[in-house]
């Protein structure tokens, strides 16, 4: 170990040379890679936390170099998927890190393989769907993970420890109704990510310390514009579905859904089956209908008013509507059934 790179950690007392060396043995899994997930990423690998791996779905876009700090213009003009920029990035910080970025959707289907082996799992999602799923199988293989969610000035999280604590099911045993402010809807400044994803990463650090007494142990909000702190302890529920059933119905829900709406006047298209598409003869295919730009990760094609990103394994993400069956149309169209 390097001890100069990691000298100002180590002299902070609850680390320190042993907890040190604890967390470059140590391996968290961060689940989506927007503006919590970048953060989580650059302090853990900063810290030396062992094994670093980043699974997301989606790619950069110049809306998200406000708030996601691996990011930067060259970037967005590549289209580079957000885990393989991420990865590029972090390789560069800490050579002691094993960084690996995974281009997927974090589901039903991968979601146990893609966690397997590793000691926490840090939530960087934007949606309840997910983090239900993230849920079921931290709670079944008894893996701590850390939730967290942040838009417009407010910040919110939570340490769920499988069997020990309250799971995000006791919290919310539903989906929350009605309509919800996002980042799309009401924006988000990157103080109240920054708030966010400092705690979560604090949690997620004394977890591989083994130093559990030192969680806070609330779900917490904090309004980094109005000031407002607010904590609630939730406790468990022995009616919990997750955790106190074991019925982990979102794991067991048999993948991904064919279509899912994913904020930005955007649907997802999704495949049950991986189909290996040929992205360059898919580009020879598609220049015809509009104009098209391609990396060895994506295919993305003008096909006015809308957009058509499409990934090697067939996912594909259709801008300009929101309507599921017009995005199916247009998958079938251009890609086909």
Known sequence: MNREKYSRQ?????????GQ???L???AIIIGCGALGTAHANALVRAGVGTVRIVDRDYVEPSNLQRQILFDEADAAENLPKAVAAERKLKAVNGDVQVEGIVADFDSRNAEKLVAGFHVILDGTDNFETR???????VKHSIPWVYGAAVGSQASTMTI?????ACLGCVYPELPKGLHPTCDTVGVISPAV????????SEALKILLGQEQALHGALMSYDVWTNRLQQVTPRRDPECRACGQRE????EGGGATHVTLCGRNSVQIHQRESRALDLGALR???AQFGPVRSNAYLLKCRLDPYELTVFPDGRAIVKGTDDPAVARGIYAKYIGA
């Open 21 to 23: 060396e604890r967390l």
């Open 10 to 18: 180590i002299l902070f007392p609850p680390i320190g040379g042993a």
């Open 248 to 251: 982990f119905v979102h794991l």
């Open 161 to 165: 420890l499988p069997g020990r604590s």
């Open 132 to 138: 239900y799923l993230v849920n079921d199988v931290a």
């Open 284 to 286: 020879d295919r598609l």
């Open 194 to 201: 920054g708030w966010a994803a400092a705690i979560q990463v």
């Open 25 to 27: 043995t140590s391996k």
